[in-house]
């Protein structure tokens, strides 16, 4: 459709097409005792709609101008941080997929949990991570977010996808291995921007997967090893798994962020443009 073509435009250039604020939902984690909040962009055309749940990453879903004193999000609590504080990243790529005719669906894994300030580089190792981690706890969210897409009549209850971003992407990665042996209908494809891949990162590093992933990386990725994951996901290839991963010279990590700083490194800009080009045709598959 042409307004579907115009707003990819738009987001490749840098340019949001002006949209009302994504809906905010409640629902549970899989954790069994989390109330997890999440933000809901919805096309403008009547569905059943595919669906792709969009997990955050270390710095959580909030923009950094905002999220400096936000700690509890949660259903009833009043907070800084909420659908009008969201990221330019996470805001881009939510009306990226409505304009597609996807239904979106960003959980926040920090705010319920008193993390919504998020953290900063380097901090892998933070004990205050331990109850928002990537291997154990952020795929019980993912998971609960599967659920509730589920349950929606809006939603084709077999194009249900999963996209994450560093933190985040790792977390889709365990999520896709988790769900690997299950009969039970889940994820049908995920989308990787630049995941951690080693053992603090993943669940194990004898990596599977039944669904297909593409993971994309940055040559100049300055928080995360690229060769690292190219070792775990390779081999899993070489086992069967339906991986594929796209190398972007010159590419720095966050390279969709489509702030000035990120879009002033070249490799960036090609590799944001080739990202959104990418995305629904990979999930088009």
């Known amino acids: 459709m042409k307004w579907q073509a115009l707003a990819a435009v738009l987001l490749i250039s840098g340019t949001a097409a002006a949209r009302a604020e994504p809906a905010t939902v409640y629902f549970p984690s899989n954790d069994g005792q989390t109330q997890l909040v999440g933000y809901l962009f919805a096309p403008a055309t009547p569905g059943p709609h595919p669906a792709v749940v969009m997990l955050h990453g270390r710095a959580g879903p909030y923009s950094a101008n905002d999220n400096e004193d936000c700690t509890r999000v949660a259903k009833g609590v009043d907070s800084d941080c909420n659908a009008s504080t969201l990221s330019k990243r996470h805001l881009a790529w939510g009306e990226y997929w409505a304009a597609h005719g996807y239904l979106a669906l960003l959980p926040d894994s920090f705010g319920p949990r008193d993390k919504g300030h998020g953290f900063g580089r380097g901090t892998h190792g933070d004990p205050d991570r331990d109850d928002v981690n990537e291997r154990t706890v952020r795929p019980l969210d993912a998971e609960g977010a599967l659920k509730f897409l589920q349950a929606r009549q809006d939603v084709t209850r077999?194009?249900?996808?999963?996209?994450?971003?560093?933190?985040?992407?790792?977390?889709?990665?365990?999520?896709?291995?988790?769900?690997?042996?299950?009969?039970?209908?889940?994820?049908?494809?995920?989308?990787?921007?630049?995941?951690?891949?080693?053992?603090?990162?993943?669940?194990?590093?004898?990596?599977?997967?039944?669904?297909?992933?593409?993971?994309?990386?940055?040559?100049?990725?300055?928080?995360?090893?690229?060769?690292?994951?190219?070792?775990?996901?390779?081999?899993?290839?070489?086992?069967?798994?339906?991986?594929?991963?796209?190398?972007?010279?010159?590419?720095?990590?966050?390279?969709?962020?489509?702030?000035?700083?990120?879009q002033s490194v070249p490799g960036n800009v090609a590799a944001r443009e080739d990202a959104l080009r990418r995305a629904a045709e990979v999930f088009g598959k």
Not at 163 to 169: I, P, V
Not at 185 to 207: D, E, T, V
Not at 251 to 262: E, L, M, Q, S, V
């Open 158 to 262: 077999a194009q249900i996808y999963l996209q994450g971003w560093s933190n985040g992407a790792s977390t889709a990665l365990n999520v896709m291995y988790r769900q690997a042996p299950s009969a039970a209908p889940g994820f049908h494809a995920a989308l990787a921007f630049y995941p951690g891949c080693g053992p603090r990162a993943l669940i194990s590093q004898k990596y599977r997967t039944a669904a297909p992933i593409t993971v994309l990386l940055g040559s100049d990725d300055e928080e995360v090893s690229p060769i690292v994951c190219h070792r775990v996901l390779d081999a899993a290839t070489g086992k069967g798994s339906p991986i594929a991963v796209i190398d972007y010279a010159g590419a720095t990590h966050d390279f969709d962020d489509p702030g000035k700083k990120r």
